[in-house]
């Protein structure tokens, strides 16, 4: 990866109106964190990020209302509304910070040459466990 550039997969979409959350297996040849981005039509972007282990198929479920929208960006009613979202991506995030200058200094045993695997996408209508907030365990 080049200083300067950034690259992110993604595609045009519409989501049904009921997707409360989505399901991705992702994989990756270097252990790293992953954005994921939600844009509405109205161009307010919706972010959550993660992280995944090397050479490992991770699954990960992220509720739509967990996504934080883009630091500066401006909605018209403060949330994502799974009917308006027009672009779904993910970015390596050492793409960014490759672009801060000398990756291995931020990324001990960086390499430019990735493999980031992205399969069996899913839109639920229903919630995934929740990954922030308060969570309640059996003992309390």
């Given at each position: 990866?080049?200083?300067?550039t950034?690259?992110?997969?993604?595609?045009?979409?519409?989501?049904?109106?009921?997707?409360?959350?989505?399901?991705?297996?992702?994989r990756?040849?270097?252990?790293?964190?992953?954005?994921?981005?939600?844009?509405?039509?109205?161009?307010?972007?919706y972010?959550?990020?993660?992280?995944?282990?090397?050479?490992?198929?991770t699954?990960?479920?992220?509720?739509?209302d967990e996504?934080?929208?883009d630091?500066?960006?401006?909605?018209?009613?403060?949330?994502?509304?799974?009917?308006?979202?027009?672009?779904?991506?993910?970015?390596?995030?050492?793409?960014?910070?490759?672009g801060?200058?000398?990756?291995?200094s931020?990324?001990?045993?960086?390499?430019?040459?990735?493999?980031?695997?992205?399969?069996?996408?899913?839109l639920?209508?229903?919630e995934?466990?929740?990954?922030?907030?308060?969570?309640?365990?059996?003992?309390?």
């Open positions: 990866i080049e200083v300067g950034l690259r992110i997969v993604g595609a045009e979409v519409r989501l049904p109106a009921t997707t409360r959350s989505l399901r991705v297996s992702l990756c040849d270097q252990r790293t964190a992953v954005l994921v981005s939600l844009r509405e039509e109205d161009g307010s972007t972010q959550a990020q993660f992280h995944l282990p090397n050479h490992q198929w699954e990960v479920e992220i509720n739509l996504l934080v929208m630091e500066g960006g401006t909605d018209e009613n403060g949330k994502l509304d799974a009917d308006q979202v027009r672009f779904l991506g993910f970015m390596d995030m050492a793409n960014m910070l490759a801060l200058g000398d990756p291995n931020l990324i001990p045993g960086y390499a430019p040459e990735r493999t980031l695997q992205i399969d069996d996408l899913r639920a209508a229903t995934a466990p929740r990954s922030r907030g308060e969570v309640k365990t059996p003992q309390g």
